[in-house]
Structure formats: C-alpha cells, structure tokens
C-alpha cells in the first residue's frame, strides 16, 4: 500500500480563492511528521509547513494552514488567497519514528492559478 | 543562514562513465538525505548520513553511493551510468536528532543527464 496518497493530479484555481489539496497517509508508528513542500519548474522543494502527530493544533504558517484528521489519517494542505506565484507541483511527505529523517513523497499534485 | 547547496546545479555524462554530485548543509545540520526525481517514480530516496554514517538506504543498486565528511558535507557518488539515471538529485538538511527533527530543507538539485 502506499504510504502517502495524493489523489488530485492537478487541481485549477482563480486568483484569490482558497484551495484544498488533498494528503492521506498510512502508518502503524505513533510518532510520525507530516510535511508539505511546493516544488516550482525550477525544480527546488521549498518547504511550506509541518505537522507532527502529537501536535494538538493544525499547524499555521502564513497563507499555508494543514487540516489535520488523525483518525482519518489525512493532512490537507490548504492555501488562502491563492496568487499566481502559487502555481506549481505540491508533494505531501512523511517521515516515520524517531531517530531517522528519511521522508517518503507523494506523487504530487499540480495546482494552477489563474487570474 | 545559508541554505542548502547543491553542485553542480546542471551535468551531461555518457553512458558509462561516474559522476559526483556534492550537497553542504545548513550550517549545524547533521542529518543529509538524497533523493532521486524522475517524472516516472516520482521522488525517491536514495540514502541518508548523520555524522559520518549512513543511517538509512532506499532501494537503489550498488552503483549508488554516497559519503560524509566530518563537516556534514555529503557526496554521492553514481559509477557506470546508464539513460535511466537521468534525473533531478535533491538532497535535504535536517538536525537529524533523536526526535528525528521537525524540518527538512532542500537544495536547488543537480540535474543529471546521461546521453
């Protein structure tokens, strides 16, 4: 099974409007972290924001804010106010215990917007 | 704080031959992991060192190696090139602690060519 599941190749959005874009993830670890990076056609992975799984709040950073479901095992990435900057490939990772930095990628999601 | 650096950012090899592709951290990172971006398998990891040691190893042949020197600086090393090691190489800087850290940070890549 795979461990981080992004279902939306791509996904279009106007100028200025919210956008949800979907993770799910699986794992039996108790201690895991969930990140999210935007990937531009320059090819560098900014890195956008972090939950951990005994974080209590959903992690904020900026425009970025991640809706964490536990129980569902889901780490939505969503973006406020999108800007046309915003436009390019969006992975979901996690990493596993303690100890270890490895992270595992989702397949990516292409997010567009348009003015 | 400087970020992570990669070289060299671009490369042309023939089929056949070795390349080394060169990763320094962020300044007190000791964690340095190497993934591999194809727009067939996605990102995949490669391996990762923390102070001086591999900690951890993707499912990639022999061919693919890697090193780090006492000053967290990572090498990879890829022997006998073939078409299908064409790719992006990123690698990502994290303090690598026993929580297994809350970030990770890329460089800009090295994108190989193999001709």
């Known amino acids: 099974a795979q461990k981080i599941t992004q279902t939306q190749p791509g996904m279009f959005v106007q100028e200025k409007e919210a956008v949800t874009l979907d993770c799910t993830y699986d794992t039996s670890d108790p201690s895991y972290g969930l990140f999210w990076y935007k990937q531009p056609s320059s090819g560098e992975m900014i890195f956008l924001i972090y939950q951990g799984s005994y974080d209590q709040q959903n992690a904020t950073e900026g425009r970025y804010s991640l809706n964490f479901q536990k129980a569902r095992k889901s780490a939505n990435l969503v973006i406020s106010a999108s800007q046309l900057g915003d436009s390019a490939m969006y992975f979901c990772a996690m990493r596993e215990g303690k100890g270890y930095s490895t992270l595992t990628f989702g397949k990516g999601t292409m997010l567009l917007v348009s003015p | 704080k400087a970020g992570v650096t990669q070289t060299p950012r671009y490369l042309i090899k023939t089929r056949g031959q070795q390349v080394t592709l060169s990763c320094s951290p962020i300044?007190?990172?000791?964690?340095v992991s190497w993934y591999q971006q194809t727009p067939g398998q996605g990102l995949q990891f490669l391996f990762e060192y923390f102070s001086e040691t591999q900690r951890n190893k993707g499912n990639f042949p022999g061919r693919f190696s890697g090193r780090q020197f006492s000053n967290s600086r990572s090498e990879m090393n890829v022997s006998t090139l073939e078409l299908g090691d064409s790719a992006l190489y990123l690698c990502?800087?994290?303090?690598?602690?026993?929580?297994?850290?809350?970030?990770?940070?890329f460089g800009q890549g090295t994108r190989l060519t193999v001709v």
């Open positions: 300044s007190g990172h000791r964690s």
């Open positions: 990502a800087s994290s303090g690598g602690g026993q929580e297994g850290g809350t970030e990770a940070f």
